[in-house]
């Protein structure tokens, strides 16, 4: 296989960057400049291992051990030991896109010249990257103050300990490295702390959920938007005027989103729509613009991340300091993602809703439960159920995980931000969302169904044009009392697929939004 590849230490690391290097291998590359700044920052670093001012980690020991100082001939065997001690993760492991990408975070990292890593080991995972030899970490034990405990699984694997997936095949890191043609290393000092007192799993996993959730949100306008033509809401309310006279948290560009999602929809003749709708219908700008807000606050939290130098402690290579930091404290990504998740409460909250007035024949002017049988036929009503089970779920999942700390390391470590925490949870809440929203879909095809059966001259928008043949390829619409939860299933399965998720991105290509897909750049 031959490895795509990208320049780091200059130009600015994006989300997209990430989720490129979780594919599979990858080529990175570093400027002359970008060399050159990292061998000074090393010669710093040695420059304070030979002498006798005392420097976090370099020449004291870590944690609440920081005040014993390490004999100079005792500085380089004690980075391996400290390793080797930090080795403390549990559970089961991450994924192994995560681990790529975090393996990817700390090579982007470490090339902000802010370590003083010896330039042999930086090297080395480099090349692990190109060639796919990935540290196996574990799902637990960050607390968002630094991943240590999982980033050390690394620095085990560069001295040919701990485990490793050489071509996605898990084997004991010193295998790995010599199925590939590499060797293990020796660390100098600091270089062990140099890798793993990072956020770089936080970062990988902050950046591959952001990419899901942009997926996530697209769906979601396209599926609402879809949902309006089956209720017979008004259109009007994605006006860009109305938008524009309180321009809220991204609500423009929501209103923009669902004015194409809806182009070409015979809601908007005269006459087809009623004035005023229920609030779930009529703040889709409003709700969905308070979610892209949060999208976009966690998204420019997360690259800032990606661009920094959060090591500890900090070389600092232009005056020849070393000092102490609290870089890695990853607060600002663990409220953002508390708050996308309160956000996304919220979006599938009114998402529930809508589901449940399409069902309702006084309100939308359908037949009862879209069923079109009548009588004592049941429709989706029993979906009902499923509908109220997700909702109370993810409102569970919208409590917030970032509040809470324990005192670690005989009160030295004492706050934390649990930020993978509040990723894990986040990810866990979006899976959820995703079946409101496949429900909804299958709402709202059955409904468009009904209406233009009545009707005879609907016309469906851009979405759902997209939305409606791809509900009907897997699911019948219903004419009889039947099982609705294995048509759900069906919608759910193909809702979610990659081809289905680039045609709803093809409905909103060229429209300026937090969640428009972009083109990756050919990386150099």
């Not at 802010?114 to 799902?139: C, F, K, N, Q």
Request: negative net charge; contains cysteine; proline residues 5%.
């Amino acid at each position: 296989m031959t490895a795509a590849g990208i320049t780091v230490g200059e130009r600015a690391i994006a989300i997209e960057d990430v989720v490129l290097a979780a594919r599979g291998p990858l080529r990175v590359s570093l400027s002359e400049c970008t060399r050159r700044d990292m061998a000074a920052a090393r010669a710093v670093v040695d420059a304070h291992a030979s002498g006798d001012v005392p420097v976090y980690g370099l020449n004291t020991g870590v944690g609440d051990a920081v005040g014993q100082r390490i004999p100079l001939n005792e500085v380089s065997a004690f980075q391996e030991k400290m390793v080797r001690a930090c080795v403390a993760g549990v559970g089961e492991p991450l994924p192994l896109e995560i681990c790529r990408a975090a393996l990817f975070c700390r090579i982007a990292a470490l090339a902000r010249c802010g370590a003083g890593i010896s330039p042999h080991l930086y090297d080395l995972m480099v090349a692990m990257l190109e060639r796919d030899v990935i540290p196996v970490m574990p799902s637990r034990g960050s607390l968002g103050t630094g991943d240590v405990v999982m980033l050390m699984c690394l620095a085990n694997v560069l001295v040919g300990r701990g485990q490793a997936w050489y071509r996605g095949k898990p084997m004991p890191g010193a295998a790995a490295l010599a199925d590939a043609g590499l060797a293990p290393v020796k660390l100098a000092a600091k270089d062990g702390l140099s890798v793993g007192s990072a956020s770089g799993v936080t970062c990988a996993m902050a950046a591959l959920s952001l990419d899901q959730a942009r997926s996530l949100l697209s769906a979601h306008v396209a599926t609402a938007a879809f949902a309006c033509e089956g209720y017979g809401a008004n259109p009007r309310i994605f006006d860009a005027r109305i938008a524009a006279a309180r321009p809220a948290a991204a609500q423009e560009a929501a209103a923009a989103l669902f004015r194409r999602a809806m182009d070409g929809s015979s809601q908007y003749a005269p006459g087809a729509a009623r004035v005023q709708d229920a609030l779930s219908f009529r703040t889709l700008p409003q709700v969905g613009g308070s979610t892209l807000g949060a999208f976009e606050a966690a998204r420019e939290a997360v690259e800032i991340e990606l661009n920094a130098a959060a090591d500890n402690p900090l070389v600092m290579s232009a005056t020849g300091e070393i000092h102490s930091t609290a870089n890695f404290h990853t607060g600002a990504i663990a409220l953002a993602f508390d708050a996308l998740a309160i956000a996304m409460a919220h979006l599938a909250n009114a998402s529930a809703h809508r589901s449940m007035k399409l069902m309702s024949g006084r309100l939308s002017g359908l037949p009862h439960n879209l069923s079109p049988i009548g009588g004592a036929s049941a429709g989706f009503a029993s979906i009902q159920m499923s509908t109220a089970a997700l909702q109370a779920e993810i409102r569970l999942k919208a409590q917030p995980a970032s509040l809470d700390s324990m005192t670690i390391e005989d009160t030295v470590e004492d706050v934390a931000p649990h930020t993978p925490l509040t990723i894990r949870k986040f990810n866990e809440q979006m899976d959820l969302v995703r079946w409101l929203i496949s429900i909804e879909a299958l709402l709202a095809a059955q409904a468009c169904d009904l209406r233009a059966s009545t009707s005879g001259d609907l016309t469906l928008g851009r979405a759902g044009r997209v939305l409606q043949p791809l509900v009907r390829s897997v699911a019948n619409p219903l004419v009889e009392d039947r099982e609705t939860g294995p048509d759900a299933e069906a919608v759910h399965a193909t809702l979610w697929s990659p081809a289905a998720i680039a045609a709803i991105d093809g409905i909103f290509a060229g429209v300026p939004s937090p969640v428009t897909a972009s083109t990756l750049a050919a990386p150099t």
